[in-house]
């Protein structure tokens, strides 16, 4: 995710994981656990069914834009004042990593959920207080054919580890994908397959425990 240089520091990537650049463009950690965030559609740019850093990536194009500016700019303008700016940046952040809740038809091949099982714990003092992330998400085959697919995965932090994996299932089976990540931080984890639909799915971590 690519910040913009108009947004303060300390405040231009102030989302979702608690990352900010600091002084001198020092990247600091500050990690904090939340409750599960509520899907609104205002702030699903793209309206893809995630509130996510393709929404973050739009907002930031169109920070200090006046609403009147284009069509994208007044929908950046989340509290209507007229102009697109900190306190619309709040209320995004706020609803950082939500899911629309969907009753999808019946799926005719792979299917995943929109969101993965993620949990975390920690930080550990006796591990450099890292947390510790479970991140799982099953794969079925809801079709009538044996079929073979790619699936992929990243993290919300540019060093967190990506992947890919060929698998192959047949009608009714399933595989479950699952990452462990230990970090200073909590990482939000996107998995995706390359087939049509129900094809992509977030995990965002609750820590359970301190």
Not at 51 to 66: C, K, N, S, T
Not at 83 to 101: K, W
Not at 136 to 151: A, L
Request: glycine share 10%; net charge negative; aromatic share 12%.
């Amino acid at each position: 995710m690519a910040q913009n240089d108009k947004l303060p520091i300390g405040v231009g990537l102030v989302i979702g994981m608690g990352l900010a650049i600091g002084i001198g463009g020092v990247l600091y950690a500050a990690a904090k656990a939340k409750e599960a965030p509520e899907y609104d559609a205002r702030f699903d740019l793209n309206n893809d069914g995630v509130i996510d850093d393709y929404d973050v990536e739009i907002f930031q194009a169109h920070y200090e834009m006046l609403a009147s500016s284009s069509p994208q700019a007044a929908a950046c303008d989340f509290n209507g004042d007229g102009i697109v700016d900190i306190i619309d940046y709040s209320m995004l952040n706020a609803h950082y990593g939500a899911v629309r809740e969907e009753v999808a038809p019946p799926a005719k091949g792979f299917y995943m959920p929109p969101k993965m099982e993620a949990v975390a714990s920690g930080p550990d003092p006796e591990f450099l207080n890292y947390y510790n992330m479970l991140f799982q998400c099953p794969i079925t085959n809801k079709g009538n054919n044996t079929e073979t697919h790619t699936i992929k995965w990243w993290g919300s932090h540019p060093d967190a580890p990506t992947g890919s994996r060929e698998i192959t299932l047949a009608p009714g089976e399933t595989y479950v994908w699952e990452h462990q990540q230990y970090a200073m931080i909590l990482i939000t984890y996107y998995l995706e397959g390359d087939w049509a639909e129900n094809n992509r799915s977030i995990g965002v971590p609750e820590l359970v425990f301190a």
